[in-house]
């Protein structure tokens, strides 16, 4: 089985207030749910806001710390998530239940395992 990332892209600013997000969240422990029965989640995680983000950069000589995020943008990752799929058509199936219930862009990517060369 291969694993992927579904990464989670959300809009800057404050989140949706709390009569928003709330069903929204419902639903997304919904497929969550669904992926663990099923076998296919791994772990998950939300991540603070991006101005919270340290950039470590080398620079050829020394590694630069910058506070904030790597790039400016209008969104950012907001969360991610770890399945186990057999292949991409199932992880993809996956990726439409996570953004069907966040009602967000999810990016689908296999992660890659082993040495980098």
Known sequence: ???YLLSIYQPDGEPPAPEVLEPIMRDLDAVNTEMREAGAWVFAG???PP????VLRHDGNEVLTTDGPYIEGKE????????????????LAWGRKVATA????IEVRPLHFGTCT
């Open 51 to 54: 101005d919270t983000a340290t």
């Open 46 to 48: 939300g991540l603070h």
């Open 1 to 3: 089985m291969q694993q």
């Open 102 to 105: 966040l009602t967000l862009p």
């Open 76 to 91: 950012h990752i907001g969360g991610f998530t770890v399945i186990q799929a057999a292949d991409l058509d199932e992880a």
